[in-house]
């Protein structure tokens, strides 16, 4: 339920941002795209540096708190903005209806917001469904059914994120309701980030193993 919520707010950005792009920020198709391709490399990069974090340093547990706080940061930040100066003159940001030029430290935050998510929910997803895995003892016959099934559950609950939010969270959007959008996205990933603090102490934690390139030497 964790994965699936956060990964519904993470959708939620992500399946509007070239639009968002487009008609709030002005950019034409070509900019739109290279800003979400950037923006994309840098989630699954994140994704390379939070599974390397995780088993030789910080641990899954602490690697899923530390980036599930900057990811919601990130969605605070992006939310907060969009409400307060990204969105002139009011009621722009629908299909046709382009907002004002925007300044530079406008737009700063605005790449700084979405670059938290990415990092955020890139680092955590690697690192998350280990860790969930760890919670079973493999060489317990009925635990490692279990942790089969966890697997299977895990993946549903993601998809399930992202169908609401390509369907449901993309139409409020679309018809120009960024704000709510994004806010049901914040609420969404405070849930999820709740959930995982609420069995803090009946974990069962791993140490890491160390730098790993050393070991390989």
């Known amino acids: 339920m964790n994965q699936g919520l956060a990964n519904l707010a993470f959708a939620g950005v992500e399946v509007n941002m070239v ?6 920020f002005m950019q034409s198709n070509e900019e739109a795209a290279n800003t979400f391709s ?4 840098t989630l699954y990069i994140s994704s390379l540096i939070g599974a390397f974090l995780s088993d030789s340093f910080l641990g899954r547990y602490l690697t899923c708190v530390v980036f599930q706080v900057v990811s919601v940061i990130g969605l605070v930040a992006l939310s907060i903005s969009t409400h307060l100066f990204m969105l ?3 009621g722009c940001g629908k299909i046709g209806q382009l907002c004002d030029p925007h300044s530079s430290s406008e737009t700063a935050l605005f790449y700084i917001s979405i670059y938290l998510i990415a990092i955020g929910n890139g680092a955590l997803e ?15 016959p009925k635990e490692k059914q279990s942790k089969s099934s966890f697997y299977s559950y895990f993946y549903v609950a993601l998809n399930l994120g992202c169908l609401f939010s390509d369907t449901v969270l993309a139409y409020v959007e679309n018809i120009g309701y960024w704000v709510l959008g994004f806010w049901i ?32 030497s």
């Open 19 to 24: 639009l968002f792009a487009k008609s709030v």
């Open 38 to 41: 950037s923006w994309t490399g």
């Open 88 to 90: 002139k003159p009011q």
């Open 126 to 140: 690697p690192a998350l469904a280990t860790f969930g895995a760890d919670q079973f003892d493999k060489e317990d």
């Open 185 to 216: 996205c914040i609420g969404c990933a405070i849930f999820a980030f709740l959930l995982l603090l609420s069995r803090t102490f009946r974990y069962r934690h791993f140490r890491p193993s160390g730098n790993p390139l050393s070991r390989f």
